[in-house]
């Protein structure tokens, strides 16, 4: 698995409606399964009253191996259509614009007539397409995040290097300053060195 994969640049919505039946496809970004699962339930909330609620997604995790990397967790679920119409089709859309971290619900509220499966799978993936097509693709790298504590004398140095790295950091001010940075994987032990070697190996990096 390469380190840069496609995800979701933001939420995403989009419906429309097939012989009476309304379809509205949700997509979001999701960094892990609980994330996903939980975009999952508030939309099975926001719409119990639907008639289906069908899943996919397609997640990061940590392969937990010696050589680190990651594996990809793909979810899809029916919920109550015919086998095979619903989920899947969703799935192979995500599948097939290779699109990672993220996941995706379509909601259905029944029109009164029956699509057939075929009908319900063009459906389906359309609705998905849709939601991703709304969202908006981008290309994402691994990030890493580090903690980096250090005392007010060598904060100005430690901030300015943050400053100029490509990277997102948060600063908090007590007794010693602690910053929280968030950086590309591939990046993060040159700027630990950087950080090291700036304040002679008085930062505490976690």
């Known amino acids: 698995m390469t380190d840069a994969y496609q995800t979701l640049a933001g939420r995403g919505e989009a ?9 509205v496809g949700y997509a ?12 999952v339930e508030a939309v ?7 008639t289906h609620n069908v899943p996919c997604y397609r997640v990061r995790v940590e392969s937990g191996g010696p050589g680190g990397g990651h594996l990809l967790r793909e ?22 614009r290779d699109v990672e971290n993220a996941v995706v619900v379509v ?16 459906a389906y993936g359309k609705a998905v397409k849709d939601a991703v097509d709304a969202a908006g693709v981008v290309e994402q790298r691994p990030q890493a995040r580090l903690a980096v504590t250090v005392e007010y004398d060598d904060s100005g140095t430690v901030r ?9 950091f948060d600063a908090e001010y007590g007794e010693d ?15 630990r060195e ?4 700036a304040t002679s190996g008085r930062a505490t990096i976690q």
Do not use: M
């Open 75 to 96: 979810y899809q679920s029916d919920d109550g259509e015919p086998t095979g119409s619903a989920g899947k089709p969703a799935l192979n859309v995500l599948q097939q």
């Open 177 to 191: 300053v602690a910053f929280e940075v968030t950086v590309a994987r591939e990046d993060a032990d040159a700027l």
């Open 107 to 122: 909601t259905r509220y029944y029109g009164g007539t029956n699509l057939g499966v075929g009908g319900l799978a063009r």
């Open 194 to 197: 950087r950080v090291r070697d």
């Open 160 to 168: 300015g290097i943050l400053e100029s790295a490509d990277c997102e």
């Open 15 to 23: 419906s429309f409606e097939v012989q009476g039946s309304e379809f």
């Open 44 to 50: 099975r909330s926001e719409h119990a009253d639907a």
């Open 28 to 39: 979001s970004p999701a960094a892990t399964v609980e994330d996903a699962e939980a975009f």
